[in-house]
């Protein structure tokens, strides 16, 4: 079984970008990406996660493979990726792979490149929060709006997807 999430979907308040200027505003010294990646996964972006990733944690049992694919720096989903237990998968400009270096794209781009990533595999689960990615919810046999924006709240339900909201890390609402 495969699932398929963005980084930013399965955090319960703020952004990788948020993440990075309070690094900056905490003084810290950037030494490694590897270092960068680690601080601000510890420091802001593991405490905002929601509970999907530890459902997503508890697949192990079920031989689950999770891909995390986000167009965030490859030191913060590599880092992520890790304290998941999941492959971190970056989106770039032209190709995907590991650790690859991530600029912004959209999500029909991000949809091409999981496709070419995974080879034909099929993806059951994918889990995302923004209109965006809904090239990616279409690659899904379940797709499943998480904490979704308004638009795509719309979409899903107009779709019947799933979909979950989460009150902070405190509980999930179906």
Excluded at 44 to 53: A, D, I, N, Y
Excluded at 54 to 62: K, N, P
Excluded at 114 to 125: F, I
Aim: glycine fraction near 6%.
């Amino acid at each position: 079984m495969i699932c398929i999430t963005d980084l930013e979907g399965t955090l319960t308040s703020g952004s990788v970008k948020t993440a990075l200027e309070r690094y900056r505003q905490a003084g810290q010294q950037v030494r490694t990406p590897a270092e960068l990646g680690e601080w601000i996964v510890e420091q802001e972006l593991w405490p905002k996660r929601t509970p999907l990733v530890e459902l997503l944690r508890l697949r192990d049992a079920e031989q689950v493979r999770v891909i995390i694919c986000s167009t965030t720096r490859a030191a913060v989903l590599e880092a992520f990726s890790r304290r998941l237990r999941a492959e971190p998968l970056a989106i770039a400009a032209g190709t995907a792979g590991r650790a690859v270096p991530a600029p912004s794209s959209e999500g029909r781009h991000k949809a091409q490149q999981v496709r070419r990533y995974l080879r034909g595999a099929r993806v059951d689960y994918a889990f995302t929060h923004s209109m965006e990615d809904l090239p990616l919810l279409d690659l899904a046999a379940r797709p499943c709006a998480v904490d979704p924006e308004p638009p795509l709240l719309r979409y899903a339900k107009a779709k019947a997807w799933r979909v979950l909201t989460f009150t902070g890390s405190s509980g999930l609402i179906l």
